[in-house]
T-cell receptor, first 115, second 111 residues
Framework: SAVISQKPSRDICQRGTSLTIQCQVDSQVTMMFWYRQQPGQSLTLIATANQGSEATYESGFVIDKFPISRPNLTFSTLTVSNMSPEDSSIYLC????????????FGSGTRLTVV | GDSVTQMEGPVTLSEEAFLTINCTYTATGYPSLFWYVQYPGEGLQLLLKATKADDKGSNKGFEATYRKETTSFHLEKGSVQVSDSAVYFCALESGNTPLVFGKGTRLSVIA
């Protein structure tokens, strides 16, 4: 299965600023997924990123707030823009493990604190 | 839409106790079911999976059986260890939709 390198692992940011999170996969994958895990909560899908097309956002998430890039089949970035304390969460990227039923591999996550 | 409901935590057990974390699901199709584990300070890891009814997933002493008749996928372990302390997430995948997660159950095992 794929190995994902996600960075930064954590950051503390000032409100009003932006942070870009990177995910590098060791193999080519069609779709990459970005999740948010708010403190004490489950994972919520932010968007699905396909190479060569705009990301597909879930209800409650918009491109202006969470712009995503997918320049090639092994890399993606998620930017958290104009941050507020409510954006303090763990952000994770994920890819399918190959076969449709084999589950997903997750990056180690980015723990973001907005002050 | 598809959904996953799992028992709320936290669950606190003594070492070598028996563990059950309940998970039930609602899905329109025939989902694949997963348990993920998140150790303190780490990302999610796939613990086990089952892709069709009556399949049993197992890994590291954990087991879960896909029960279509009760739409359940309960996680069990016969003897927990301190190192099993983590948050456990039940999840499903159906058709082309991405993973749907339960809210997670925090397990604390004390020596």
């Amino acid at each position: 299965s794929a190995v994902i390198s996600q960075k930064p692992s954590r950051d503390i940011c000032q409100r009003g600023t932006s942070l870009t999170i990177q995910c590098q996969v060791d193999s080519q994958v069609t779709m990459m997924f970005w999740y948010r895990q708010q403190p004490g909560q489950s994972l919520t899908l932010i968007a699905t990123a396909n190479q060569g097309s705009e990301a597909t956002y879930e209800s409650g998430f918009v491109i202006d707030k969470f712009p995503i890039s997918r320049p090639n089949l092994t890399f993606s970035t998620l930017t958290v823009s104009n941050m507020s304390p409510e954006d303090s969460s763990i952000y994770l990227c994920s890819v399918a493990r190959g076969h449709p039923n084999y589950g997903y591999t997750f990056g180690s996550g980015t723990r973001l604190t907005v002050v | 839409g598809d959904s996953v409901t799992q028992m709320e935590g936290p669950v606190t057990l003594s070492e070598e106790a028996f563990l059950t974390i309940n998970c039930t699901y609602t899905a329109t199709g025939y989902p694949s079911l997963f348990w993920y584990v998140q150790y303190p300070g780490e990302g999610l890891q796939l613990l086990l999976k089952a892709t069709k009814a009556d399949d049993k997933g197992s890994n590291k002493g954990f087991e879960a059986t896909y029960r279509k008749e009760t739409t359940s996928f309960h996680l069990e372990k016969g003897s927990v260890q301190v190192s099993d302390s983590a948050v456990y997430f039940c999840a499903l995948e159906s058709g082309n939709t991405p993973l749907v997660f339960g809210k997670g159950t925090r397990l604390s095992v004390i020596a």
